[in-house]
């Protein structure tokens, strides 16, 4: 099947590294990960294995960090592809726990910290493909 330009639909596009960023809790992480750009329209895109993979190593990232925020941790839980309402069911927290944490960006505690940290270790280390990310 002949790939596409999201953007324009013409069949132009050519491999390229692309930057992908995001913004979080005052700090931008960013990694160079492999995409395509279109000759015809300029955008860059990539694919879904490698925005996966970006977030992924964000979240990895996240949580590597001696502390973490109610903004990392909802990142990570969405990475992971979690409602709150699920996170806590199977983890037996009350959800208005959660969302006090991700609303007010508190440190989540060990607790709720310690399910999303080995889910999130357990993905990362089957990625077959880890973007390096930066830290600015
Ligand atoms: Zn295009």
Redesign the pocket.
């Known amino acids: 099947m002949i790939k596409l ?1 999201s ?2 639909r ?1 069949a ?1 596009l050519k491999r390229k590294m692309v930057t992908l960023t995001t913004t979080l809790v005052g700090k931008t992480y960013s990694a160079r990960v492999p995409g395509f750009i ?1 000759d ?4 860059d895109e990539v694919g879904d294995y490698e925005l996966y993979a970006f977030e992924l190593s964000v979240a990895k990232k996240l949580l590597d960090a001696p502390e973490l925020l109610g903004q990392a941790f909802r990142y990570c839980r969405r990475t992971y592809g979690l409602s709150r309402h699920n996170y806590a069911h199977h983890n037996s927290i009350p959800p208005e726990e959660i969302r006090r944490l991700e609303e007010n960006n508190a440190t989540v505690g060990g607790r709720i910290r310690g399910p999303i940290m080995r889910s999130i270790d357990e993905a990362y280390n089957k990625l077959g493909y880890k973007p390096d990310i930066s830290v600015a």
């Open positions: 330009c953007g324009c013409q132009d279109c015809n329209c300029g955008a």
